[in-house]
């Protein structure tokens, strides 16, 4: 009884609904990976956000109701913009449920108790799972910021003309230059290292 009480008394000192970040993300969620810390309920949210504010204690007294077996979790995105940008997030609330290296995005009309306990018990499967992205290097960052600048820049071509483009989008160019600089170097190197380990067997 007493080792009973104890586990109960352990299992809620913390807070129910927890808060994520940037910087402790991945390692509690294991998101990418579907390691052993369990399933996740995540928000992405603003602090300006109505019905964000409307959900808080909804999904509280969600996760009291699955702790222990299940997790559920807020992320603030314009405190954590690179989990907003990692997983494509573009309105709040989004909700996510990552279990298993899948994620499921919630899409039901409902967001109550039962419907969103039930959602994570099994009516998840109903949607479309998807492969957890990995956390982005400085590489892919700079990929994807030269994909969206060149969005932009065809985007400015086609309404406003090729001069108002080029001279409005000098980003562009730099981002462009850049690339072609580490993408070079990146050359580079790998030519050094084949030519020292073509050296190296020879020898």
Not at 8 to 29: G, I
Not at 44 to 72: H, I, M, W, Y
Request: hydrophobic share 45%; glycine share 4%.
């Amino acid at each position: 009884m007493q080792d009973e009480l104890y586990e109960w008394l352990e299992l809620n000192r913390q807070p129910s609904l927890q808060q994520l970040f940037e910087d402790n993300f991945e390692h509690l969620t294991q998101a990418s990976t579907g390691a052993t810390t369990g399933d996740w309920l995540v928000m992405f949210s603003t602090e300006t956000c109505a019905d964000c504010k409307v959900a808080v204690p909804v999904l509280d007294a969600v996760a009291s109701k699955v702790k222990g077996r299940q997790n559920v979790a807020v992320v603030d995105v314009e405190k954590n913009p690179q989990l907003k940008d990692r997983f494509k997030v573009t309105q709040v609330p989004t909700i996510i449920f990552f279990c298993l290296g899948k994620m499921y995005t919630y899409n039901l009309p409902k967001m109550d108790i039962p419907t969103l306990k039930a959602f994570m018990e099994g009516w998840y499967k109903n949607v479309r799972a998807e492969a957890v992205p990995g956390i982005p290097t400085p590489f892919d960052q700079l990929v994807e910021n030269i994909v969206d600048n060149l969005k932009a820049f065809v985007a400015t071509m086609e309404t406003e003309g090729a001069v108002t483009a080029l001279t409005g989008n000098l980003v562009v160019m730099v981002t462009l230059a850049g690339m072609f600089v580490v993408i070079l170097t990146v050359v580079v190197c790998l030519t050094c290292t084949c030519k020292q380990d073509q050296k190296l067997k020879t020898e």
